[in-house]
């Protein structure tokens, strides 16, 4: 009977844990090697090396990986018969460079020690990233988000309201090198909205690089992924309370959010929808007053903010009675786009209706073939402007005597709320939610015209039925 020999492991350099961090042990074959590189000798001992310091934890399963990874690279170098030309005495061909190793082999003289290229950094691959991410996102996404909202996380540029200027910070990430040590540690530090996001779009930025061959090793595993990063449950309190934006603090209901205001279906019900018209209407201050056809046209079509914006007469027919939503414009670029769901939505209003009668009365005081809502020299509107009208606006300014002073400019619903008028505040873009809720309230019951609401609105009948209708009190169920 022929006895079988023992199988050997797969590595000789063994993976162990040392007081929360990783590190390796070493043959004893490799003794000579070790002693000559740390100038004393090891007395039959094998060598262990911690690689803690390295970023490499013993609860992390994916750094365990990394460092077998590491370890059977290693051995593969040391017991080649042309070691000598292989093995990296500085050990930063084995992203473990920047030690005291890469000092000592330059002292040494070592055969084997090149000057290895080191990785590319945060701030290359995100650049390389962002040129091709331009093509395959809308335009308004690329710049909010991308150009400014992350790359102001990555570069550490802060605005600094009082210079009205960004200022950067002494070690931003996009410095490191993405198999620096130190860059899980950093990140963790980095204070911006949607930063989940933002981890995700890093580690795509890192495939993208290796996929194109843009970094110096193929040997550099992703520093971005795993739960490390993964963010807490928001709990209520973080929902509600107040956040800094460009280096301004704001309320949470300031936030622009469209995603997270398409959402929230909170609704004025029709007395607050005509006391904020009419207060509008009424409103002492002239710019206010004169975007007061516009807040009754959101009130009255449910259209998203955006795409009320870049409409024109020609947009309207008055012999079919309809309003064609063909477009939107992007809040920061300026710049007419599709629709949101890029849709193109017929909106049918009634012969003697109250949209009807607004859309004229606009008419007649306007251009024929121009905007219908048009603002300074017959530009386009803002958002910001529609803002401070609804909400309010705070200026500071610098007196005589150096001090600050803050004046605050009250919006027409804020003023609504402080008299008691209206029973609390929601955004503009709630007008959208009004206008369904009410429509979909009064056609509860003719299946057709919640299919004409939701046409016209861009949503689905489904939508309506389950998040804006609800289930009817007092309903009760057949049993069968």
Same mark, same amino acid.
């Given at each position: ?18 007081? !929360? ?76 460079? !920047? ?57 550490? &540029? ?13 070690? *931003? ?10 860059? !899980? ?45 993964? #963010? ?9 309370? #107040? ?49 007061? *056809? ?9 259209? $998203? ?28 670029? $300026? ?18 209706? $109250? ?14 073939? !121009? ?11 803002? $958002?910001?402007? @529609? ?5 309010? #606006? ?19 619903? =804020? ?12 955004? *503009?873009?709630?007008? &959208? ?5 009410? =429509? ?19 949503? #689905? ?18 049993? @069968?």
């Amino acid at each position: 009977m022929k006895v079988q020999s023992k199988a050997q492991p797969a590595c000789d350099i063994a993976v162990y844990a040392d007081k !929360g961090s990783l590190a390796l042990r070493f043959p004893k074959r490799h003794n000579p090697l070790w002693e000559q590189l740390d100038g004393k000798s090891l007395k039959g001992k094998p060598k262990c090396l911690g690689i803690g310091k390295y970023g490499f934890s013993a609860d992390e399963p994916e750094d365990w990986k990394r460092a077998t990874q590491i370890a059977i690279a290693l051995e593969a170098d040391l017991d080649h018969p042309e070691w000598e030309k292989l093995f990296d005495p500085t050990l930063a061909k084995y992203s473990l460079g !920047g030690g005291k190793y890469a000092k000592l082999a330059e002292v040494l003289q070592l055969p084997g020690t090149v000057q290895v290229e080191p990785e590319i950094t945060v701030g290359q691959m995100w650049e390389a990233y962002l040129e091709w991410k331009k093509t395959v996102v809308e335009e308004t996404t690329f710049k909010d988000v991308f150009c400014t909202m992350f790359s102001n996380a990555i570069y550490g &540029r802060k605005w600094d309201k009082k210079n009205n200027k960004y200022k950067e910070l002494d070690t *931003p990430i996009s410095t490191l090198r993405i198999d620096d040590s130190t860059l !899980g540690s950093q990140i963790s530090l980095l204070s911006t909205c949607r930063k989940s996001y933002l981890i995700s779009e890093l580690s795509k930025a890192f495939d993208f690089c290796k996929s194109k061959g843009l970094l110096t090793s193929l040997t550099t595993n992703n520093p971005f992924v795993g739960d490390k990063y993964s #963010s807490p449950a928001v709990t209520t309190q973080q929902k509600y309370a #107040s956040r800094i934006v460009d280096g301004v603090l704001i309320q949470w209901h300031e936030v622009q959010d469209e995603k997270e205001l398409e959402n929230d279906r909170r609704a004025f019900n029709k007395i607050e929808r005509d006391i904020i018209i009419k207060a509008f209407c009424e409103s002492s201050n002239k710019t206010y007053k004169a975007l007061a *056809p516009l807040i009754e046209f959101y009130f009255l079509t449910g259209c $998203r903010t955006s795409e009320a914006f870049p409409l024109t007469w020609k947009d309207v027919d008055f012999e079919r009675n309809l309003i064609r939503f063909s477009k939107s414009l992007g809040y920061s670029t $300026r710049k007419v786009k599709e629709t949101k769901t890029g849709e193109i939505r017929l909106f049918y209003f009634g012969e003697n209706s $109250r949209l009807k009668q607004l859309l004229l009365t606009l008419k007649s005081q306007g251009e024929a073939e !121009g905007l219908i809502f048009s603002g300074f020299r017959g530009k386009h509107l803002t $958002r910001d402007l @529609v803002s401070r009208a609804w909400v309010g #606006s705070s200026t500071t300014s610098t007196l005589a005597d150096g001090t600050e002073k803050t004046y605050h400019y009250p919006g027409v619903v =804020t003023q609504l709320i402080e008299q008691g008028l209206i029973s609390g505040y929601l955004s *503009p873009y709630h007008t &959208r939610h009004t206008y369904i809720t009410l =429509t979909a309230h009064a056609n509860a019951h003719d299946n057709n015209a919640l299919l004409l609401i939701a046409s016209a609105c861009g949503n #689905s009948v489904d939508v309506i039925l389950r998040h804006y209708l609800g289930v009817a009190e007092g309903t009760t169920l057949v049993e @069968v």
